[in-house]
């Protein structure tokens, strides 16, 4: 006997419509309110990355033209470095839309998994190009090339100025690996900026312009550090490891305290995209215990799995006398 049950506002992707509560015999009122801010929440976040996005290719486009005029490798690696960020950041865009589809025929679980999946493309494109900024700019460090550093200190405020933004409007929204990704992107636009505009008040004061390469190279070391970072928060989901969010011990401590629960196994959770988990358990009785007993239990246990963060789970109930059909049992 098993129990394949979900928390309504939980089932699906965040995107529902009216009907899907409509069916549902344990719907609360209170469900609405939560649908509602959801869809909201949604849209802003996918708007965000929308802006993002063209802020993004606008002044990559004004970089690429600038770092030739001034002659900075730090400008023009950071370009690179931009222009990647942009066709993550339009990957993600597309991802992040289509993981909201709600779950059909080909994916019984929904489309989730596409926004962790954009994550993983974009930390490819992070660490592909910091190694090729790397590349680019060992020679320079050998060899250093005259810049113009009243152009680099106009681009650097416009860096700051146009990556600020885009981060700015993606604060909020970093629930998701493929967010929290894009936002990894900005935060590096920017911090690169400010390194780049410091650079550039230090070449126009000194003449120094080995500052420019070092410049360049501290980047693509940070941006590869942080890139190796998320590239280990990500990968868990895949393989689907235990979530950070869930203690399956505690889980399984309290699901063995239910009455007439006389053992708890084959206990298993994973996540779809760092947010979104699962659970399922198998739930042994004695041989003797009621319907009415077994519908208690099965209560109990979904009413702890929601509040240990468990959206979608699967219990089945097993009695004593019955062998457990499954090998890691």
């Not at 209170?30 to 708007?47: F, K, P, Y």
């Not at 920017?190 to 780049?196: D, E, F, K, S």
Request: net charge negative.
């Amino acid at each position: 006997m098993s129990d394949h049950k979900h928390d309504n506002k939980h089932e699906h992707n965040p995107v529902k419509h009216n009907h899907y509560h409509d069916h549902d015999k344990d719907h609360d009122h209170s469900h609405n309110h939560s649908h509602s801010h959801g869809h909201s929440h949604i849209h802003e976040a996918e708007g965000n990355i929308k802006v993002a996005f063209f802020l993004n290719l606008t002044f990559t486009i004004i970089e690429i033209i600038g770092g030739l005029l001034t002659n900075s490798i730090a400008i023009l690696s950071d370009a690179i470095h931009d222009l990647g960020d942009t066709i993550a950041i339009g990957s993600a865009w597309a991802f992040e839309k289509i993981s909201y589809k709600e779950r059909d025929r080909k994916f019984s679980y929904g489309y989730r998994r596409f926004s962790p999946f954009a994550g993983l493309v974009n930390l490819i494109i992070l660490l592909t190009g910091s190694i090729f900024i790397i590349s680019e700019t060992i020679p320079r460090l050998l060899h250093p090339e005259k810049v113009d550093s009243s152009g680099m200190l106009i681009l650097a405020i416009l860096g700051v100025g146009f990556n600020g933004l885009a981060l700015f409007r993606l604060k909020g929204n970093k629930e998701s690996a493929n967010i929290r990704t894009v936002f990894l992107h900005l935060v590096e636009d920017v911090l690169g900026w400010i390194a780049v505009l410091v650079g550039a008040i230090i070449i126009y004061f000194t003449g120094w312009t080995i500052i420019d390469p070092i410049l360049s190279l501290g980047i693509a070391v940070y941006i590869l550090y942080n890139a190796v970072m998320n590239f280990k928060n990500i990968l868990p989901i895949f393989l689907q490891a235990v979530p950070k969010n869930t203690n399956q011990t505690e889980i399984e401590k309290e699901l063995k305290n239910i009455k007439n629960v006389k053992e708890v196994h084959d206990l298993h959770t994973w996540s779809l995209d760092g947010e979104y988990n699962i659970v399922t358990v198998h739930l042994v009785v004695a041989d003797d215990t009621s319907v009415d007993d077994i519908i208690k239990i099965k209560d109990e246990a979904r009413h702890i799995l929601t509040e240990e963060k468990q959206e979608h789970y699967t219990i089945e109930i097993e009695f004593e006398s019955e062998m457990c059909k499954f090998v890691d049992c």
